[in-house]
Every structure is written in structure tokens, then in C-alpha cells.
């Protein structure tokens, strides 16, 4: 698979946008832009600054989907989407497809799967927990090349590799039976990522309860005749970005970003987590440096241009 273009700008600075999708390249978040009619690139999301207003109602466009045999494994779609949705209807059902193929496989034979999920599933994998900030925490799976990304695309704050798999078939079932066993979620809600960057868990209190789990975890394995031949392991990881000062002091930005109008420069990004700073603002009418979900943004059509941006109702509790 090549690997797309970054290009340092969008390729408009007025006039009509979209955002597609944001996601994770060597180690950079980037976003998907695209003028409508014109086909998507990827730019690098920190220092991405939008003046922008959104229509009532918003104008949607279809994000696309992933198509992992074209190119960079994204495909433009110029299809309405479905009302209050994200993709049209082609779309929604190639992505689902694939992702029931790829999550579904080990409850299935091989020979009804398609090949290059098969040749996916064959590599080795790792069992991992992932914590989030309002401590949250998720069982999760990912091959070896591709477990720090993944974590840092999922906005995890701490992490902890508790197995090696021989496969991906045999490390879902692992991951099933810790979320049958312990409880634990394969999952956790953006809405609970971005509450926790506002008001985080204490880091040591979050890793002392990451440590507890990966104990019951290893105990689970140890025990279960269905393990799966699973080794464990228990490596470490943090967000690169923890220890930097720009994830401190952080407030929920108080609006809707997909309604009315905003200048915004993104300043961090943890998974689709933004910090958000306000361009023109001198920090004389309360906070300039938010927390929001970027997602709130894919597939709203922006109008880009010298918009005065609406005020912002920020609550007296948090000047």
C-alpha cells in the first residue's frame, strides 16, 4: 500500500470545505480535506486553522470509505448521505462489510472469508488494555508494527500490551473472553475521552487501576483453556504527548463546532481530541485553549472565509 500525500495547506482558503476524516501517519495526525467535487488530501492537523460558518441547515457530504485494495485505501464519494448520516448508503455498506468481515472472523471458517482478511488475521497480534483520562479503560487488539498507532489514533493516555497472540483470529477470542470474564469494554465513547482531557483521573491513580486489571487479565489467561496458545506480556506505553504542559488546564470548547460560525487553530490532537486555541483571542473574555471532538466536523460542509465568529458562552465556573 503507498502511502498518501501530505500536503502542507488545504488546498482553499475561502470558499466551501469538508472534512473527512482525521486519522494517523508517521507518528503526525493528519486530516482528509476535500473541496467538493475535487478529489480529498491529507494535511497535517496541528496548526490546521479554520474560519469557517456552516449553514442552517448544515450542508453533509458522504465521507467516503476505506477501500484497502485502492491506493491509500480511501475512496472519495460524491453521493448524498443517508439523512443523519455520515456515508451514503454504497459506502456505509462497504465499510461495514469489511469491518463485520475483519471482526467477525473468528467465529467464522476460513474459507468464507475474503483472502486479504485472512492474510490480515494470520500475523501475530497483541492483546492490549488501553486507559483513557477520565479513566476509562478498554480491551483492545492490534498487530505488533501497528500498536502504537492505534493507540494514539483511539486517544488512549496509558496503555499495557498484556499478551501475544499467534493470530488475529485466536487473539478476538481472547478479547471476547476478557469482555465476557472482567467486564471490560472493547470500547469506550468520544463524549468520555474528551470529558476526561477537561478533568483528568490522577495519573498515578490511573495507572495503579491499569495495573490491577493487567493482574486479572494474566490470572484470566493463566486459568482459561481457551488462551489460545497467548503468552503474556506486560509492555508500556503513554501517549507521546503526556508529559507536555498543552494537555494541562484544558476547558470543554462551550459550542457546537458543526453550527454557526468559529476561528479556531488546533493546537494538540490525541486521537480525534482537539485542543483547540482561539486565533484572535487574548484571554481578557475568559479561556483560549479548549478540549473538543474534531469528528463533531466530518462530512459538514464549511464555508471558509472572514466570518466573524460567534461568541462564545463560557460558564463564569471557568475564568
Known amino acids: 500500500m503507498t502511502s498518501p500525500a501530505v500536503h502542507p495547506k488545504p488546498g482553499t482558503t475561502n470558499g466551501p470545505l469538508v472534512m473527512l476524516s482525521s486519522g494517523w501517519t508517521d507518528g503526525c495526525c493528519v486530516a482528509r480535506l476535500r473541496a467538493?467535487?475535487?478529489?480529498?488530501?491529507?494535511?497535517?492537523m496541528v496548526g490546521l486553522e479554520l474560519r469557517y460558518r456552516?449553514?442552517?441547515?448544515?450542508?453533509?457530504?458522504?465521507?467516503g470509505h476505506h477501500a484497502p485494495s485502492r491506493g491509500d485505501g480511501y475512496r472519495d464519494c460524491d453521493n448524498p448521505p443517508q439523512p443523519t448520516e455520515r456515508t451514503c448508503v454504497s459506502c456505509a455498506v462497504a465499510d461495514a462489510t469489511f469491518a463485520a468481515?475483519?471482526?467477525h472472523a473468528h467465529t467464522r471458517d476460513r474459507d468464507q472469508l475474503d483472502r486479504d482478511v485472512v492474510e490480515h488475521l494470520e500475523q501475530a497480534n497483541n492483546l492490549y488494555l488501553a486507559a483513557f483520562r477520565d479513566g476509562s479503560i478498554k480491551v483492545g487488539t492490534s498487530t505488533g508494527r501497528r500498536r502504537d498507532t492505534r493507540l494514539t489514533?483511539?486517544?488512549a493516555w496509558q496503555a499495557v500490551s498484556v499478551a501475544e497472540v499467534p493470530d488475529g483470529f485466536a487473539v478476538r477470542r481472547l478479547e471476547d473472553l476478557v469482555t465476557d470474564k472482567l467486564g471490560l469494554p472493547q470500547s469506550v465513547a468520544v463524549k468520555r475521552k474528551v470529558a476526561g482531557m477537561a478533568s483528568p483521573m490522577a495519573e498515578a491513580a490511573l495507572?495503579?487501576?491499569?495495573?490491577r486489571l493487567v493482574d486479572e487479565v494474566h490470572s484470566l489467561i493463566s486459568l482459561s483453556p481457551d488462551a489460545d496458545g497467548a503468552t503474556t506480556t506486560r509492555t508500556y506505553w503513554s501517549f507521546p504527548e503526556a508529559d507536555s504542559p498543552g494537555w494541562d488546564g484544558l476547558v470543554p470548547y462551550p459550542s457546537r463546532l458543526d453550527v454557526g460560525a468559529h476561528h479556531v487553530r488546533v493546537a494538540a490532537v490525541c486521537g480525534r481530541v482537539a485542543v483547540l486555541v482561539r486565533p484572535?483571542?487574548?484571554?481578557?473574555?475568559?479561556?483560549?485553549?479548549?478540549?473538543?471532538?474534531?469528528?463533531r466536523l466530518y462530512g459538514i460542509e464549511l464555508d471558509l472565509g472572514d466570518h466573524t465568529p460567534d461568541a462564545l458562552a463560557i460558564q463564569d465556573s471557568l475564568f
Open 36 to 44: 467538493p467535487g475535487r478529489p480529498s488530501s491529507l494535511v497535517p
Open 54 to 63: 456552516v449553514a442552517e441547515p448544515p450542508i453533509r457530504h458522504c465521507v
Open 101 to 103: 468481515s475483519l471482526h
Open 153 to 155: 489514533e483511539q486517544g
Open 207 to 211: 495507572t495503579e487501576r491499569l495495573d
Open 280 to 295: 484572535d483571542g487574548d484571554g481578557s473574555d475568559g479561556p483560549d485553549r479548549f478540549v473538543a471532538d474534531i469528528g
